[in-house]
């Protein structure tokens, strides 16, 4: 059985950090896209970073360009979501995901994952 656990969230003030982490079990993505989404209370789940299984290309939300920096360690079968300078509009549940084909080594993707984590939460306050 395929599991995505995300960790690492929590609540931090504004202008705080927090490393979000993604561990996969059941099958090895070290050749698929994965990436982070979030989803705010009563809105809709949004793309945030997404990475190839490379390492060698990633795309970022312009919300967050340059403040979240996602990576990956594939002999570790995880991926991680650095996030610097948070403000309150960051609060929300993040997830992690994973595409299910074999990709092209710079393949990267922000939508259209077949695999999902159940979530982590986080808060920023003002």
Known sequence: QVELVESGGGL??????????????????SRSAMGWFRQAPGKEREFVAGISWSGSN?????????RFTIS???????????????????SAVY?????????ASDFV????????????LVTVSS
């Open 58 to 66: 990633r795309i970022y939300a312009d919300s967050v360009m340059g």
């Open 109 to 120: 993707t922000s939508y259209g994952m077949d695999y999902w984590g159940k979530g982590t």
């Open 95 to 103: 997830f992690c995901a994973a595409d299910d084909q074999d990709r």
């Open 12 to 29: 931090v003030q504004a202008g705080g950090s927090l490393r979000l982490s993604c561990a996969a079990s059941g099958r090895t993505f």
């Open 72 to 90: 990956r360690n594939n002999a570790k079968n995880t991926i991680y979501l650095q996030m610097n300078s948070l403000k309150p509009e960051d």
